[in-house]
T-cell receptor, first 112, second 111 residues
Framework: QKEVEQDPGPLSVPEGAIVSLNCTYS??????FMWYRQYSRKGPELLMY????GNKEDGRFTAQVDKSSKYISLFIRDSQPSDSATYLC????????????FGKGTKLSVIP | SQTIHQWPATLVQPVGSPLSLECTVE??????LYWYRQAAGRGLQLLFY??????ISSEVPQNLSASRPQDRQFILSSKKLLLSDSGFYLC??????????FGEGSRLTVL
């Protein structure tokens, strides 16, 4: 079983839709969770960073972590064509751990 | 504010040639620095990380090496490139909370 699983998509939605992106993981030691957005041929850009379980909201983006289910989500409200990108989840075991474990990314297209 | 620069952005190199990719960070001191490689369908692979000048840890045995000659400079090198070295190379620095911030990447094609 892979440590982090992420559906590669592609996911295609109409403009204005609510998008749900998800990752599951197998290692209960993960404590820090991140979502990155990566446009084609560009470096990943950090969108959300959360510690342990709970929700975090930033504008149109909401990150959720459910450690009991080993499941994290990123919701995008009122999706825009500019949200079209690949979204990567990433997680880290704890302070002093240098290894970030990434999902392989979900490719999202928002259709005008 | 902190910024990270990588160059060159794109390069095409013949098999057996040397490689040097450079990364510099501005606006922070003594950051942890990372080199990742991103291959299509394979996700991000950690290659090297550094916690200070001259301190390099390798995660994957390979044809590459890294050096950190200055506090905010991180260099990825190879003496002889292989076809399998082709990919998208990303440098990143670590903020105080453990999150990573990436550069724009260097796309390497080995022919």
């Amino acid at each position: 079983q892979k440590e982090v699983e992420q559906d590669p998509g592609p996911l295609s939605v109409p403009e204005g839709a609510i998008v749900s992106l998800n990752c599951t993981y197998s290692n209960s030691a993960f404590q820090y969770f991140m979502w990155y957005r990566q446009y084609s041929r560009k470096g990943p850009e950090l969108l959300m960073y959360t510690y342990s379980s709970g929700n975090k909201e930033d504008g149109r983006f909401t990150a959720q972590v459910d450690k009991s289910s080993k499941y994290i989500s990123l919701f995008i409200r009122d999706s825009q064509p500019s949200d079209s990108a690949t979204y990567l989840c990433a997680m880290r075991k704890g302070a002093g751990s240098y290894q970030l474990t990434f999902g392989k990314g979900t490719k999202l297209s928002v259709i005008p | 504010s902190q910024t990270i620069h990588q160059w060159p952005a794109t390069l095409v190199q013949p098999v057996g040639s040397p490689l040097s990719l450079e990364c510099t960070v501005e606006g922070t001191s003594n950051p942890n620095l990372y080199w990742y490689r991103q291959a299509a369908g394979r996700g991000l692979q950690l290659l090297f990380y550094s916690v200070g000048i001259g301190q390099i840890s390798s995660e994957v045995p390979q044809n590459l090496s890294a050096s950190r000659p200055q506090d905010r400079q991180f260099i990825l090198s190879s003496k002889k490139l292989l076809l399998s070295d082709s990919g998208f190379y990303l440098c990143a620095w670590e903020a105080g909370g453990g999150e990573l911030f990436f550069g724009e990447g260097s796309r390497l094609t080995v022919l």
